[in-house]
């Protein structure tokens, strides 16, 4: 497996850990339910953990994919600023997760620890979200421009306007050769 194939296998996995594990966590507090925020810790934990891989794989897919024809430059880049800052929330989650885990038997420290992993694990979602979001620009150009408009509707257009313009050239024609032989039959 090369970086790119690494980095397309692992980059959802800590978007939707990060959301499921917080939406556990949060109903593991309301229930208080400890079997629920512990798996919830875990999957945040590993949430961060998976992370690592994509955000390390992240410059060798850069270099494989940058030169391929229909790659946005500009969404790499915009792709790499958000993925470092979501790397930063995502470990802060993730640290703090394996804190909850160590301190749960201790309940001053507990709910704070739970409640901060739940806010962050939202945070973590939100940037993983937009990074997900940012990394599909680079190729896909269907949401690029906030259209959904394929090549071909591009063509279809492109070709009506073209089938307009030359009937409005032949009309205009065909008014001008009238016009002429107006003057001709009146002279």
């Known amino acids: 497996m090369n ?5 397309l296998a692992l980059n959802h996995a800590p978007l939707f850990l990060s959301i499921i594990g917080g939406a556990i966590l949060i109903l593991g507090m309301i229930r208080k ?18 992370t690592a891989p994509v955000f390390l794989t992240g410059e060798g897919t850069e270099e494989l994919v940058e030169k391929l024809p229909g790659v946005n430059e500009g969404a790499i880049e ?16 993730g640290v703090v997760a394996l804190i909850g885990l160590l301190a749960r038997k201790n309940k001053s420290i507990g709910k704070f620890v739970f409640l ?13 979200a937009q990074t997900a979001h940012l990394g599909g ?3 896909h150009t269907e949401l690029q421009n906030g259209a959904a408009t394929s ?6 257009k492109e070709d009506d ?25 009146d002279d």
């Not at 339910?33 to 998976?50: Q, R, V, Y």
């Not at 901060?116 to 993983?128: K, N, Q, V, W």
Request: glycine share 2%; aromatic share 4%.
């Open 33 to 50: 339910n400890e079997s629920f925020k512990t798996i919830a810790l875990f999957m945040l934990i590993a949430a961060a953990l998976f």
């Open 3 to 7: 970086a790119a194939q690494i980095h």
């Open 78 to 93: 915009e792709h790499e600023e958000m993925a470092k800052i979501s790397m930063i929330i995502i470990a802060a989650t």
């Open 137 to 139: 620009l680079i190729r």
């Open 151 to 156: 090549e071909k509707e591009n063509e279809e």
């Open 161 to 185: 306007n073209n089938k307009a313009q030359q009937k409005e050239a032949k009309d205009s024609l065909k008014q001008a050769e009238r016009t002429i032989k107006k003057t001709d039959d």
């Open 116 to 128: 901060a992993a739940a806010i962050l694990s939202l945070a973590s979602f939100g940037t993983m």
